[in-house]
């Protein structure tokens, strides 16, 4: 993802409560873009299933880090930042992941690293106002 002018960028802990900021951030990077009340939903459900799954694999980040493209179209990258540790879960199944960020988004892009899956690319072009 490309940094740019009005490009937002946030960091949260890697915890489940975090999650709820990263809601209400893409709410407000979403407003004003004259989105229905349902694009919006899907996006910020997006947003926080990309969250959900990289906090729930086998190597724990310290830190989510959330992206958003400030121009006309949704563009979001969710990505770990800091060191990773064991947390005994499993993989993500990344066909699953795929599979349930497709219903709510059409853009998905799984970037797989060394310790799990390293970030998600989420965008929708079409339905949204410049």
């Known amino acids: 993802m490309k940094q740019g002018e009005g490009s937002i ?9 975090a999650l709820l900021v990263v809601r209400m951030t893409t709410a407000g990077v979403l407003a004003g873009r ?15 299933e990309a969250c959900y799954a990289l906090l729930h ?7 989510l880090e959330i992206a958003f493209c400030g121009e006309g179209v949704f563009r979001a990258q ?8 064991e947390t005994g879960e499993r993989e993500i ?3 699953l992941c795929r599979a349930v960020l497709e219903t709510v988004v059409p853009g998905v ?3 797989p690293g060394d310790e799990g899956v390293d ?5 929708q072009d079409e339905g949204l106002e410049g």
């Open 57 to 63: 694999q086998r190597k724990h980040p310290e830190r």
């Open 9 to 17: 960028t946030l960091q949260v802990p890697a915890e489940e409560k």
């Open 34 to 48: 004259g989105l229905d009340v349902e694009t919006m939903e899907d996006l910020k459900t997006a947003v926080y």
């Open 109 to 111: 892009e799984l970037c």
């Open 78 to 85: 969710v990505r770990c930042v800091g060191e990773r540790r």
């Open 119 to 123: 970030a998600i690319r989420l965008w």
């Open 93 to 95: 199944d990344e066909k």
